[in-house]
């Protein structure tokens, strides 16, 4: 089989991406706290029995899974949940080395990435809706995943195994780790997650995952109720980031610049929703660590069900007489345009006055480590 390659456009993709001649051009201060002398994944030092109890604990959960907040607590050999996917396969849609990450993920080579479909949320601006939620794509077992793995690193030569969008396939994504492990991989794993992980999953995940990659998304209940259609995302996201960062730790990076280990928080800028953006910026700083590395990412555009128009009916009264008038309405208005200049400004300046320092900023073409 040869490598898709069609890449889907979610995570970094701005016009500002930086180019290959650049990244020789990349300043390479590490600070020395996070700078490793040489790095070996952590799947690499699991025994034998924590890999066997890891794989147990993985079928235990396709049995009953409440592997996420939705808790569906369905056999997925029997059934599928909310996320549409059963037990025995991983529905992907793209594997190849990806160029759209931050410099110090994709590096060189590129990002070994695995764009997996479904999802475990139903974000109404979804940059990648045609993955996400639909189930289009390839359905590969454990041991399939795992040799795409090493083909992406043997002939992509990537720096790193990225799993996009896996938070529902979190058992199939252990054992493909494990797996590939006793075939040979030996570069880092990356989790890239919408933060909606239970603690159940991550705990399976620890010793398994290099670096974490969460998206803390929305801060008020209101608001990730009506555009991500979850009830209790903001505390789930809270609970899941302390975990990924109690397990990893702050991103460090090896001698060339290439991030091996630590988490790397994600927060997309949303139009007329810097308040919430100023919040989780104060919340990082003050519950995890005023040395997470964070990206405050600029590339909102509506996609998915806003902007799209819809013809609504209601009762109207004129006097005595009541009668339905019919209207056009334009899906979810508000968040129906770019983001300005001056939201991203205050949420810089959130995190700064908050004590944050490390962040990322691809476009000035270095590696901000
Ligand atoms: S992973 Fe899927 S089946 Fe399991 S609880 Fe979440 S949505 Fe339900």
């Known amino acids: ?83 549409l996917i059963g037990a025995k396969t991983a529905k992907v849609n793209v594997i190849a080395p990806h160029r759209g990450e931050e410099p110090c993920i994709q590096g060189h080579h590129g990002s070994g990435s695995v764009f997996f479909s479904g999802c475990n949320l139903r974000c109404v601006f979804c940059q990648n809706h045609d993955i996400a939620h639909q189930r289009n794509g390839f359905d ?10 090493l083909k992406l690193q043997q002939i992509g030569n990537v720096h790193n195994i990225n799993l996009v969008t896996p938070e529902h396939v979190v058992p199939q994504v252990a054992l493909s780790i494990l797996n590939a492990r006793d075939m040979g ?9 919408s933060s909606f992980d239970s603690l159940d999953s991550l705990r399976l995940l620890d010793g398994l995952i290099d670096i974490y990659l969460p998206d803390f998304k929305v801060w008020k209940d209101s608001t990730s109720k009506r555009l991500l259609k979850a009830d209790n995302y903001t505390s789930t996201a809270m609970e899941s980031i302390k975990e ?16 091996k280990k630590g988490v790397l928080l994600r927060h997309l800028v949303m139009p007329g929703k810097e308040d919430e953006g100023r919040e989780i910026m104060r919340w990082l700083a003050e519950n995890v660590s005023r040395d997470l590395y964070v990206h405050i990412m ?14 609504v009916t209601r009762r109207v009264r004129l006097g005595e007489e009541e009668s339905d ?28 006055e908050a004590g944050l320092w490390r962040f990322c900023e691809p476009h000035e073409g270095q590696f901000h480590l």
């Open 1 to 83: 089989m040869a490598l898709f390659t069609k890449l889907p456009t979610r995570t970094l993709t701005s016009s500002k991406q930086l180019l290959p001649s650049a990244i020789s051009k990349r300043f390479l201060g590490i600070p020395s706290a996070f700078l490793l002398d040489d790095y070996l994944p952590r799947y690499q030092l699991l025994t034998s029995v924590e890999s066997a109890k890891k794989r147990s604990l993985a079928y235990a959960h396709l049995r009953e899974c409440n592997l996420c907040p939705r808790k569906c607590e369905i056999n997925r050999y029997e059934t599928t949940g909310m996320c």
């Open 185 to 193: 991989l030996r570069i880092p794993i990356i989790y890239n997650t």
């Open 298 to 311: 600029e590339q909102y555009h509506p996609d998915a069900h806003v902007g799209k128009k819809r013809r």
């Open 244 to 259: 990924m960062h109690r397990q990893v730790g702050d991103l460090s990076f090896t001698s060339d610049g290439i991030a």
């Open 140 to 149: 590969l077992t454990p041991e399939e995943l795992a040799e795409w793995y």
């Open 325 to 352: 008038s019919s209207q056009e309405e334009v899906r979810y208005a508000e968040i129906n345009r770019a983001v300005r200049d001056e939201e991203l400004g205050s949420v810089r300046d959130a995190a700064v």
